[in-house]
Nanobody, 127 residues
Framework: VELVESGGGLVKAGQSLSLSCTGS?????????IAWFRQVPGNKRQVISC?????????RYAASVKGRFAISEAAGENMVNLQMNNLKPDDTAVYYC???????????????????WGKGTPVTVSA
C-alpha cells in the first residue's frame, strides 16, 4: 500500500495550488477516508481536510482553510485532490495525505490516526 502526494511548490500569496494524493495497493480504495494534514517544522501535524470513505459523501475542513480549500476525488482514479485557493504565507508547510478505515469525524476529533501516510509534498507561499 502506498500514498504519494504531488503538486506542491512555491507560489505567491493569493495564488492557487492543487495537490494530489494517489493511492496504490489498496484492496478497496473507496473504503478509506482520505485526509490532508500539514506540518510546519517544530509543530504537530494538523489535519486540514478530509473526505469520507464509502461514497465520499462527507467533507470536513479546518477553520483555517474553510472557504479557501476544497477536497475532492478524481472520478475513476485512486486519487484525492486538494484545491488550495487564495493561499497565504501561513499555509506554508509540508502537506501529507493519510488513509484510514475510520471516519473523518474521528480524524478531526483526534481519536483516529491514519493507518497509511504519504511522504509529503512541500508548499511555500511567499508574501
Amino acid at each position: 500500500v502506498e500514498l504519494v502526494e504531488s503538486g506542491g511548490g512555491l507560489v505567491k500569496a493569493g495564488q492557487s495550488l492543487s495537490l494530489s494524493c494517489t493511492g496504490s495497493g489498496f484492496r478497496r480504495w473507496d473504503d478509506y477516508a482520505i485526509a490532508w494534514f500539514r506540518q510546519v517544522p517544530g509543530n504537530k501535524r494538523q489535519v486540514i481536510s478530509c473526505i469520507s470513505g464509502f461514497g465520499r459523501s462527507e467533507t470536513r475542513y479546518a477553520a483555517s482553510v474553510k472557504g479557501r480549500f476544497a477536497i475532492s476525488e478524481a472520478a475513476g482514479e485512486n486519487m484525492v485532490n486538494l484545491q488550495m485557493n487564495n493561499l497565504k504565507p501561513d499555509d506554508t508547510a509540508v502537506y501529507y495525505c493519510g488513509a484510514t478505515e475510520y471516519t473523518c469525524v474521528g480524524i478531526f476529533g483526534g481519536i483516529v490516526t491514519p493507518r497509511y501516510w504519504g511522504k509529503g509534498t512541500p508548499v511555500t507561499v511567499s508574501a
